[in-house]
């Protein structure tokens, strides 16, 4: 008897098949002695849209809304059917007794899985893998300890939780607000709120009005000093600045007080998926995606970190053990760093990181133990392996250990401070690079206490208060942990979700709103838009994935909440109008056309929902040349189909592919389709790939 092992991916599949010695190859799965390891693409099941439950809802209307199915319900995915079928067959076959789950290990992760075997209707035994990395010791271990699937029912319930409350609210309002005021807008139950934390920091900045002020600063010699009242530098008191710096010249000061206190800064603790992402952002300028990304390929095909998707900072006391090696896979990549550690054995010296009680699902993004070849990264995959290895690292360092010196100097009966910063003791800092400016190692402040000083000048600058930044990546994830908006795994989706519906744009890596997106957080509820009730509905999530929520009472919940929601859309005498309407109309319904702006181009496309006219606003260039000044012809679209058009010569011609006048890429294709056919290689083929050749010549 055998067991049938379910991975998320292929990639995962093969080096699980791998390890576990299965060597005979199929397209859709590769089977052993006692192993078969067959793979998801992602998701192969979803949940039912509306009109799978009743055509009538293919077309949107008001009056249908909500729509709340009495059982929400599973269908296949058509792009992805075949590797469902697939695994369909193999879980018919008599000779396997078991199943294991070994998608990734979290919600999502355990949604994948749960539905595939819910759809195939499996009734023989589930035991679930649960490990952190994907090197080959891992998964050997992992199988040594797999537990029974029903010990994640809590994780799964909290998915289908997730899931259903997206469906039901995300799609009713979007269908409500779209219907309502024609035009395609999308709101849901994270993107609205995190929309809302974009919309607030843009209303500060337009309402913000400037402030003139004064700094003071008195200069003497080898050090300077700053004018202060009450921890601020900045009188905004313009004729007392005026004034202050007209009497003061020429004063002499006195040293009122110096003071030293010595600081420590401790070691910081790991990455979890949210602050790497931040931490990213802020150094190299990487969106949130791209370094999930660069994340999971550091995880699934090099296997140098451990699983990325944790909102945890913490270690697990029986990691304590692992540490060395982890240090030793690095030292081809790090030898002089890790030499030293290695050299005398040192302990982990930040103790605190080992917390069980502080783990959740996962602990923290770690390096594992597989041995290091740094020539096989990327150069992004470099710089974001390298945070992860240095904070790492760090934790095998004592703290950093500084003092700061202040003295406080009397002129007049004014305020004057100065500050000096001095390394006592580096610590961890010495394997954090760049990260902070070095201590300074001048000579000391000169001064003592009751000492007279004379300024040698006394300086005053005019400044004005400036606006709050937009937020950029880092700051909006910030706000999102802030307010429990999403979790590390989903936020970089939401934030490209704002993209994709145009709501927000990002210019310079901050964001702003579009028009769209400042007339869309008007049309839906203060509720939906709040970051309040979103965060309680995560904290309820994360209750029923620990067992301690009720899933059936959250959704009762979801689903009176979808009506008022659905209920204030249609009541509401908000308007709304296409900020993107162009004065130019639909040739087929006169309706007026809209641009949209999109990866390969900016499109017409007609504001009546119920026309599928759409084209480029900007012509292509096809490689058709014209006859009489040889320059490239625009290629376009009309009634009775495509056809060419000189913009120098305003000559036209019909696009006919009987008369060869096709594209080289048109060509390509069709010598690519064709050129494989036994039947038709001498001829079509033969004879495309004359024409192809004659041409380029």
């Known amino acids: 008897m055998k067991t049938l092992v379910l991975a998320e991916k292929p990639s995962v599949g093969r080096d699980l098949a791998r390890v576990l010695g299965c060597r005979q190859q199929h397209k859709t799965y590769i089977e052993g002695s006692r ?110 300890q797999l537990k029974p699937a029903h010990a994640y029912d809590a994780l799964y319930a909290s998915a289908v939780c997730r899931a259903e409350a997206d469906w039901l609210i995300g799609l009713n309002v979007t269908r409500a607000l779209t219907t309502k005021y024609d035009d395609p807008l999308s709101a849901g139950r994270v993107q609205t709120p995190t929309l809302n934390i974009i919309l607030e920091r843009e209303h500060e900045i337009e309402t913000f009005v400037p402030k003139e002020f004064r700094t003071l600063t008195a200069h003497f010699g080898s050090f300077s000093a700053q004018w202060e009242q009450n921890g601020d530098k900045r ?55 791209k370094t999930l990304n660069i994340l999971q390929q550091l995880y699934e095909y090099h296997k140098l970190i451990t699983y990325p998707r944790t909102d945890s900072r913490y270690l ?45 699902d996962h602990h923290a993004i770690i390096p594992t133990d597989e041995p290091l070849v740094l020539s096989d990264l990327s150069a992004d995959e470099r710089k974001v392996y390298d945070m992860i290895v240095r904070r790492f690292l760090a934790l095998f360092h004592p703290p950093h250990r500084y003092s700061v010196i202040t003295a406080v100097i009397d002129i007049a009966g004014e305020t004057f401070v100065t500050h000096e910063t001095r390394e006592v003791e580096r610590g961890f800092t010495v394997v954090m690079r760049q990260e ?102 995560e ?91 040889r320059k490239r012809m625009e290629i376009h679209q009309g009634k009775a189909g495509p056809y060419f058009q000189c913009r120098s010569c305003n000559l036209v011609e019909k696009k006919d592919r009987s008369t060869g006048n096709v594209s080289k890429r048109e060509e390509r294709q069709l010598l690519k389709k064709y050129s494989g056919h036994e039947s038709l290689k001498t001829n079509l083929g033969e004879a495309l790939k004359a024409a192809l050749q004659k041409r380029e010549e």
């Open 35 to 144: 192993y078969i390891v067959t793979w998801a693409l992602g998701h192969l099941v979803e949940l039912k849209m509306p009109e799978d439950y009743d055509k009538r809802y293919e077309t949107w209307r008001m009056e249908d809304l909500p729509i709340i199915p009495e059982q929400m319900e599973l269908k296949v995915i058509r792009k992805t059917s075949a590797q469902f079928k697939a695994i369909q067959k193999l879980t018919k076959r008599k000779d396997i007794k078991e199943l294991v789950i070994a998608t990734d290990a979290g919600r999502e992760g355990e949604l994948v899985a749960r539905w595939i075997i819910k759809k195939i209707h499996w009734r023989k035994p589930v035991k679930r893998l649960w490990i952190s990395s994907q090197t080959d010791r891992a998964i050997r271990e992992g199988f040594k």
């Open 235 to 289: 009188l905004f008191d313009l004729e007392r600045a005026e004034q202050l710096s007209s009497t003061l010249k020429g004063e002499k000061g006195v040293v009122r007080s110096v003071k030293q206190k010595t600081k420590r800064e401790p070691q910081p603790l790991p990455y979890d998926l949210t602050e790497l992402q931040r931490d990213a952002n802020r150094r190299y300028g990487f969106s949130a995606k």
């Open 316 to 360: 697990t006391k029986d990691m304590e053990t692992t540490m060395p090696k982890r240090l030793k896979a690095l030292s081809d990549g790090y030898r002089d760093e890790v030499k030293l550690l290695l050299g005398r054995n040192a302990p982990l010296l930040a103790k605190r990181v080992f917390n069980d009680h502080k783990v959740t």
């Open 436 to 537: 902070r400016a070095a201590a300074n190692q001048s000579e000391p402040l000169p001064l003592k206490e009751g000492q007279t000083v004379v300024p040698k000048d006394i300086v005053m600058e005019k400044g004005y208060t400036e606006p709050p930044a937009r937020l950029n990546e880092a700051d909006l994830l910030a706000r999102m942990e802030k307010h429990g908006l999403g979790t590390p795994a989903t936020r970089a989706d939401i934030i490209e979700r704002l993209l994709e519906t145009e709501v927000v744009t990002r210019h310079n890596g901050r964001f702003r709103p579009t028009p769209k997106g400042k007339q869309l957080i008007n049309l839906v509820s203060e509720e939906l838009r709040s970051p309040e009730l979103t965060s309680r509905w």
């Open 539 to 629: 904290r309820e999530l994360e209750a029923i994935a620990r067992g301690k929520g009720n899933a059936k009472t959250f959704l009762a919940n979801i689903r009176r909440q979808t009506y008022t929601l659905v209920n204030e859309i249609k009541t509401s005498d908000q308007t709304y109008r296409a900020y993107n309407l162009t004065g130019s109309k639909c040739p087929e319904c006169e309706a007026k056309l809209k641009e949209v702006k999109r990866k390969n181009g900016t499109m017409l496309v007609c504001s009546n929902r119920r026309c599928t006219y759409r084209r480029r606003k900007d012509p292509v260039l096809s490689n058709r040349r014209c006859p009489q000044c």
